[in-house]
């Protein structure tokens, strides 16, 4: 009995045994296909798709940058392909054994060297950055044969940006640069991340800066079968890249290169505008600077002599340089004093040379102009009529008056960076100043205002503006460079509207009397030598203004005074006075009277403008040195004049 009892409990141990095994390896089974049904079916597509990518790799096409072109086609900023030396510093070792080993094969300058640690600095170790651009056949032969010392360096062939005509017009045309941190940031974070894959520059300023949508292009893609050591073996699929579109614009390069050319080394600045319509015609910002300089990754040196300098050359003096407009500001006064009815064109106003207000004595003409009505006032630029108006208008009455014109506003100009610069009222004041006596507007302090002076300060930009909308009859255009952009592929040129113009309701009349006090400058008053001989009839206003304030009794000597706390020269106006085609205004830092060194130089822009003259080489050295007032020697045809690049 015991015996049957044991063989019956091992038989149900045993069978219960079975079970379980059964189980488990059903149940191992049951998993194998649920795994398989997973893997093979729900996620059968993204498991392809990395298998796809394991033996493929999708390499981006980055797209030639678009052209920039001026108003008459002339190629202003282009691509060329060359090839570079490129070092990855994450597979290269000790990078400086890797260089000094590298400079016996191509040359490698100390400037290579300087230019490769700032990008180094800028770029992740896992990025490729260039030692050397622009070598070779031979250089590239020769390091083709020693490739296999170097890891981690390699040859690419790019696209590279070239500014043809160097410095000139490079605030208006900007430069590309490597792409920063912080841009590849905005960048990954915007909806443009994908078309920018593969791509190292971007615009940085001017032109190249504002349309960087246009210029970019759109970026291709190529789909490449790689081996298990991740080369290329063969090209499975292309989608090109969109080149992108050419910008053409309102810019005239000759007329620039002539208006830089008669600056010399003098600063300053200059915007010429079709009244018309509101096309900026020439945009000068001196001194200028090499914007090829910045293409290849600009070196400390060179940026700190550009950065450092005293002359501060990478400043867009027309956009962002803001100064007291001087007597320039007068005619605008004028009109506003006609439109508000704070003055009659015919009353007359004694000018003994000097102004009494508040216990203070604001300076004139010496010996005084006499008796003067509104005409006269703007011909001979009488301080005294202007300070009593400034006076009888008040501080905020000015405000509201300029502030339409564009004075102390953003203009909307198409380029990045512009500056408000200051049209001052009661508010500003309290806005700007924080102690509680600082914030008071004090009555002395308007009279200066009157003659664009104390706390005016405008960019010439908005200058050139106001003198358009003037000589339009009252209507304010957008100012704009960019006329039109053309496709890579068909040719196609499509115009970028603009917006209507605003007609601000001046009286005919009273443009009218402002327009015959214009003339008079330029024909019987201090404008009367430079316009000598002229094929037209144009009407403008001189101004200089302080670049330093002076105390009450100090007496203004320019030689006496460091350069760079003179007087600045300023010169605003248009022609032809009665159908202007070209309104100007500009300024030279610290070179004094108005018609002695900016009223040339806008002469000379009329004479190209209107008549199609440019200067002999004798005119443009002699207005160089403030030497000229009508032109001298024998003008140039336009026509005849070749732009040579540098």
Known sequence: MTELRNVEADQSRFRLRVLVIALVVLGAFGLVVARLLVLQVARHDDLADRAESNRTA?????????????????????????????????????????????????????????????????????????????????????????????????????????????????????????????????????????????????????????????????????????????????????????????????????????????????????????????????FVSKPTFDPNLFVDGIDQESWAALNESIDKPLLNRALRGTYPPGSTYKPFMALGALELGKRSPTQVYNDPGYFNYGGRTFRSHEGGLGGVDMVRAIQFSSNTYFYSLAVDMGVDTIHDFMKPLGFGQITGIDLNGEVRGVLPSTQWKRDTYKRPEMKRWYAGETVSLGIGQGYNNFTMLQLALAEATLANGGTRYRPHLIKATRDPVTGTVTEVPQPPGQNLGYAPKNIDIVRRGLIAVNTAGTGTRIFAGAGYTSAGKTGTAQAVSLGQNQKYNARALEEHQRDHSLFAAFAPAEAPRVAVALIVENAGWGAAAAGPIARRVFDYVLSGLYPSDEDIELTRRGQSAAPVGKPRPVAEIELGAP
């Open 58 to 282: 999708i390499v981006p096409i980055v797209p030639n940058r678009g052209q920039i072109l001026d108003r008459n086609g002339v190629v202003l900023a282009t691509n060329y392909s060359a090839y570079t030396l490129e070092i990855t510093p994450s597979k290269a070792g000790v990078l400086d054994d890797t260089i000094d080993a590298l400079s016996r094969v191509v040359e490698i300058t100390p400037r290579d060297r300087r230019r490769f640690k700032k990008l180094r600095e800028d770029s992740k170790s896992f990025e490729s950055v260039p030692i050397r651009t622009r070598l070779t056949d031979e250089e590239v032969a020769r390091f083709a044969a020693q490739r296999y010392r170097f890891p981690g360096v390699d040859i690419k062939a790019r696209l590279f940006r070239t500014y043809p005509f160097g410095e000139l017009g490079s605030h208006v045309i900007g430069y590309i640069a490597r792409i920063s941190p912080r841009e590849k940031e905005r960048i990954d974070d915007s909806d443009e991340a994908a078309n920018y894959r593969g791509t190292e520059v971007i615009g940085k300023l001017g032109v190249e800066q504002s349309f960087e949508s246009e210029l970019h292009g759109t970026t291709g893609v190529e789909q490449m079968e790689t081996s298990a050591g991740g080369r290329a073996t063969r090209r499975l699929g292309t989608r090109p890249a969109t080149p992108g579109r050419s910008v053409m614009l309102s810019i005239d390069i000759k007329l620039q290169k002539m208006v830089e050319d008669l600056y010399g080394d003098r600063r300053g600045a200059l915007v010429a505008i079709d009244p018309r319509n509101g096309e900026i015609l020439a």
